[in-house]
């Protein structure tokens, strides 16, 4: 009888540790998949070169071993604008072979401009139009097959807007084309720009040479705070820094600058990455 008692005990003992085997390695399996965060895009953001292309290729370079997936540029990849030097940064951003999209910066307006040209015209001959909306969709796609198609929402909105001409700031028809983007559904939505509407600090910002560039510029920053744009992103100012919106709900961004002149913080760039919850964050990357 003692034999029978002590096999049923070994026997039951055993079905326990079993069970609780299982469990644990089932909440290790849980855990894997949902609770530890993975990385769901990852992308680089690039500002004021103004013409020192061994620096852009530097930082192009850096940012594909980061693993990024592709690059926005925020303006002032040259001193003047004129056409050979927009093609000179044209040829590292193609070199990189990297996915990009860029915006102009006041800067690269100044040759159209001085020609009696539309301010855009360089800018726009060599890289396309300068503002743009960009959807990413089918983002769980880069997850394993077990996490498809379970609950998460798809979808990230990049608004990039040229509101770089300090004289007209930026077409009303492209503001909005744009604030009617932002209010569409979507699980995170960014917005890039050369130039800030808002700074806590800085007074370089969107309309500090016309009073009538201010007052959009303060309707761009409505925009951004009314439709809860989850992240804004600006150069120009080559210093690197994060700060809330007035209201506080909209992450801002200031990217540092990838040229050497005029930059207290040395040559730099950002990267941003966004996670399986569609939580993210800003990384600012000095220049090796």
Same mark, same amino acid.
């Given at each position: ?134 959807? /990413?969709? +089918? ?6 097959? !077990?996490?498809?198609? =379970?609950?998460?929402?798809? &979808?990230? $909105? *990049? ?87 007035? /209201?506080? +709900? ?6 540092? !600058?990838?040229?050497? =002149?005029?930059?207290?913080? &040395?040559? $730099? *760039? ?19």
């Amino acid at each position: 009888m003692k034999k029978f008692l002590l096999v049923l005990i070994l026997i039951v003992l055993s079905v326990a540790i079993g069970l609780n085997w299982n469990r644990n390695q089932s909440e290790s399996i849980d855990s894997d998949e949902w609770a530890h965060k993975k990385v769901l895009l990852r992308f680089a953001l690039v500002s004021d070169s103004e013409d020192e292309n061994d620096l852009l290729a530097k930082a192009l370079s850096q940012a594909q071993g980061t693993g990024v997936n592709f690059v926005i540029g925020l303006g002032d990849f040259t001193s003047l604008g004129t056409l050979d030097q927009l093609m000179a940064a044209k040829k590292a951003f193609d070199d990189s072979n990297l996915t990009y999209y860029l915006t102009v910066g006041d800067r690269d307006l100044w040759d159209s401009r001085n020609q009696g040209e539309e301010a855009t015209t360089n800018f726009t001959q060599i890289f396309g139009e300068p503002t743009r909306i960009i959807y /990413k969709d +089918n983002l769980s796609l880069r997850f394993s097959p !077990a996490m498809r198609g =379970a609950g998460l929402k798809e &979808g990230i $909105r *990049f608004v990039i807007l040229d509101n770089s001409d300090i004289y007209k700031g930026i077409d009303e028809s492209s503001l909005q084309r744009a604030a009617s983007r932002l209010q569409e559904e979507s699980k995170l939505r960014f917005v890039f720009a050369h130039k800030t509407p808002f700074h806590p600090q800085s007074a370089h910002v969107m309309g500090e040479q016309s009073a009538q560039v201010a007052r959009q510029a303060k309707e761009f920053l409505s925009i951004l705070e009314n439709n809860n744009v989850d992240g804004f992103f600006s150069g120009d100012l080559h210093f690197f820094a994060q700060f809330n919106s007035p /209201k506080g +709900n909209v992450r801002m961004t200031t990217v540092g !600058a990838v040229n050497s =002149a005029r930059n207290f913080q &040395g040559p $730099r *760039f950002a990267v941003v990455t966004v996670y399986s919850d569609y939580t993210w964050e800003v990384e600012d990357v000095e220049i090796r």
